[in-house]
């Protein structure tokens, strides 16, 4: 009966952010077309500017909300691995760390999409012949943002994660220890819990950062909000409303998330504090 009423308000919960997901999003169609008829855009085409707007931001959104779900998981892994006594964990994690916050982004972007498909294509073709797509046609410009974002946020989440976890009281990894826990459960079930706490402001000001990090994407070609904004000027020739509307857009969504994510650090704190 417990995992049933766990189940319901799972899918309840998640029928409401669906809810909220697709009422944010029309609102802000709404706003974006109010404003571009304010500025005196040709009335038959401002409804399908501020639609391009709004695909543009939610590919954003997207994008960003999948990115930094990855780049936690990557940021931990490396971030634990660079303080294991292992190279063979420690070395290949501060390598990674140093290789990605070493290189510009949009580098990395232009590599995912350009010249991993070169890559990959040799272990790709034994799938083509199963009846697989061309590694090309798999890869696109979506999912190479993606690779390329997680990877790069991934690696200064590391850098936060192994901060929080040194910020940890040695007594209290030896106290564990002398409980009979072994290190890894002393990492699982006292550490990363309380060292999560502690990096939750400086991760949140790395997902705000990879939201704004993610207009990078339009140089290869993914529709997003930068994109949208570059085609309606393309059409029309008026860049200064159209950047405003974006750089609105951007306010707007940054404003949102880093609200989401404070709510989010008070609920761990207060979690912590009990």
Do not use: C
Not at 3 to 19: E, K
Not at 121 to 127: C, T, V, Y
Not at 187 to 208: D, F, G, H, S
Request: proline share 5%; charged share 10%; hydrophobic share 55%.
């Amino acid at each position: 009966m417990r995992y049933l009423r766990l189940a319901f308000v799972a899918v309840l919960g998640a029928a409401a952010l669906v809810a909220l997901w697709f009422a944010f999003f029309y609102l802000l169609a709404e706003g974006v077309r109010i404003y571009l008829t304010a500025v005196q855009f040709t009335p038959s085409k401002v409804a399908f500017y501020a639609d391009s707007i709004r695909r543009g931001a939610e590919v954003t959104l997207k994008l960003t909300v999948i990115s930094s779900l990855a780049g936690l998981v990557l940021g931990l892994v490396a971030g634990i691995s660079k303080l294991s006594r292992n190279p063979i964990f420690r070395h290949p994690a501060t390598f990674y760390v140093w290789l990605v916050r070493g290189t510009p982004l949009l580098v990395q972007i232009l590599f995912a999409y350009n010249a991993l498909p070169q890559l990959l294509d040799p272990l790709w073709k034994p799938l083509e012949h199963m009846g697989a797509s061309p590694i090309q046609d798999v890869l696109t410009e979506y999912w190479a943002a993606f690779i390329a974002l997680s990877f790069n946020v991934g690696a200064y989440n590391a850098e936060v994660i192994r901060a929080g976890i040194l910020a940890i009281p040695k007594g209290q990894w030896e106290a564990a220890q002398s409980l009979g826990l072994s290190q890894a459960q002393v990492m699982r079930y006292v550490v990363v819990p309380q060292a999560l706490r502690i990096v939750i402001p400086p991760l949140v000001n790395n997902v705000v950062a990879l939201l704004k990090d993610s207009s990078l994407a339009y140089t290869i070609g993914l529709f997003e909000l930068v994109m949208a904004g570059q085609r309606i000027i393309s059409a029309t020739f008026r860049p200064v409303p159209v950047y405003l509307a974006v750089a609105g857009v951007y306010l707007l969504l940054t404003t949102v998330l880093t609200f989401f994510t404070n709510w989010l650090e008070r609920r761990f704190q207060s979690q912590g504090a009990r």
